[in-house]
């Protein structure tokens, strides 16, 4: 159970960050510019380069959904993306400090508090507007943003979160507890729609993606 204490504004930037729906294979060379029909008089629309992910590449660790609802992206999700015909831009982007991605042709894309179809939806109607003729984009989670641990642990830090990881399952990968520490609450920093959350926790509350974990010390 937990007792929440406090929702402050402010703007919470985490680092880093798995596994992407599968699709059927990407076209290459001749077979690109037979899959694009004949380009606007108006637009030059461009291909690019070789391709660097192909749907279904990747069979990293299973990225999981907020259970509270839409799972919203944040800094250090790792998203897979793939335009048809497009290779160069199909790749692994990382969401940085400042909620965005960057994407070949259309530079920077706020990724923060999008779901993966929103984002899906912004970097078709960008693409669209100037340089790929009906542009087929799919955006997938293929890691969700790690955790924090900070306090009382053997090594506090940054790890990748597990699906359904509770306090103690954070302690343990931390390490385990110092001799000083604390087993009995804790506190679990969250970001919620633009606030942060603290919460007083026990150590079987189930974390999510981005949240950080303190240990406190214990008092004699």
């Known amino acids: 159970m937990s007792l929440r204490l406090s929702c402050v504004p402010m703007a919470f930037a985490l680092l880093l960050g798995g596994c992407a729906s599968g699709h059927g294979p990407a076209p290459f060379g ?3 510019r037979a899959a694009i029909s004949e380009p606007d008089a108006r637009v030059e ?8 992910v192909q749907p279904g590449d990747f069979a990293g660790p299973q990225a999981v959904a907020d259970s509270d609802g839409p799972y919203l992206l944040d800094t250090g999700d790792r998203l897979r993306i793939f335009v048809y015909g497009q290779p160069n831009l199909s790749r692994i982007y990382v969401v940085d400090h400042a909620g965005r991605i960057s994407v070949p042709l259309i530079g920077n894309v706020s990724a923060r508090g999008l779901t993966t179809d929103g984002l ?3 970097i078709t109607r960008r693409l669209g507007a100037e340089y790929v003729r009906d542009p087929q984009v799919t955006v997938d989670l293929q890691q969700n943003r790690p955790f924090f641990i900070l306090g009382e642990v053997r090594n506090a830090g940054q790890f990748p979160y597990v699906s359904g990881m509770t306090v103690e399952t954070a302690i343990a990968i931390a ?8 087993t009995r609450t804790f506190r679990v920093t969250r970001r919620i729609n633009g606030l942060v959350e603290q919460l007083e926790t026990s150590a079987d509350y189930v974390l999510k993606p981005g949240d950080t974990v303190f240990v406190y010390e214990r008092f004699f």
């Open 120 to 122: 899906t939806r912004v």
């Open 30 to 32: 001749e077979d690109v």
């Open 175 to 182: 390490g385990g507890y110092s001799e000083r520490a604390s």
């Open 45 to 52: 629309y461009v291909t690019w380069g070789e391709p660097t």
